[in-house]
């Protein structure tokens, strides 16, 4: 399986880092050695300021290719959140040079992943996220740039969706640094989604 993650799909954040909106949908994949199901995060040496960034996660659920806007929600019944965890100074010199971003974002542990809602069961898809008991981000898909039909169908143009690929759809404004003993909690719908504590 592979992690797709669209970058500045949310004016706030985009602004929040100084870069531009974009006009069309940026993407990147994490390796599947990316995702961490436990709910402990150990702080990686190579950096010095690791990043959360709360996403909202569709899970694929079928084979698909240049999949067209309309048919997009066919292919995900399941959501949850994931943090889109992130060496932000490693990205910084990435970015400066010019060179790809897999170290800042694709390293081992760097996509914490919460529990799986069927899509139905959710009332909302709003979402939030707690550091140490006080809110840091929130965000809904409404306020989304690319929208989730939108970001599927742009994907699947230059690769194929597989069953159980994941996609992570942007964060909203409100990123920071993890400092060991933080605690995080993230919810959807008010369903409590993930938890987290940085070791
Ligand atoms: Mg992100």
């Not at 069309?24 to 990043?51: C, G, M, Q, W």
Request: with cysteine; glycine share 6%.
């Amino acid at each position: 399986m592979k992690i797709i993650c669209i970058g500045r799909n949310y004016i706030d954040h985009a602004k929040e880092l100084n870069n531009p909106v974009p006009e069309i949908p940026i993407f990147f994949v994490k390796p599947d050695t990316a995702l961490l199901r436990t709910h402990e995060f150990y702080l990686p040496p190579f950096s010095s300021n690791i990043h959360y960034e709360l996403e909202l996660v569709v899970k694929i659920k079928k084979v698909g290719k240049c999949i067209s806007k309309r048919f997009a929600a066919k292919y995900y019944d399941e959501i949850s959140l994931g943090l889109d965890l992130t060496a932000r100074d490693l990205q910084e010199e990435c970015k400066k040079k010019g060179l790809p971003w897999e170290i800042a974002k694709g390293f081992d542990s760097s996509a914490p992943i919460g529990k799986w809602y069927p899509k139905e069961d959710l009332k909302t898809l709003d979402f939030y996220l707690l550091k140490n008991g006080v809110k840091v981000q929130e965000g809904n898909p409404s306020q989304m740039l690319f929208d989730l039909d939108h970001i599927i169908a742009y994907v699947s143009k230059f690769m194929t969706l597989k069953k159980g690929d994941l996609i992570f759809t942007g964060t909203p404004a409100g990123v920071g640094k993890m400092n060991a003993g933080d605690v995080f909690e993230a919810f959807l719908d008010t369903k409590k989604t993930l938890n987290l504590t940085v070791r």
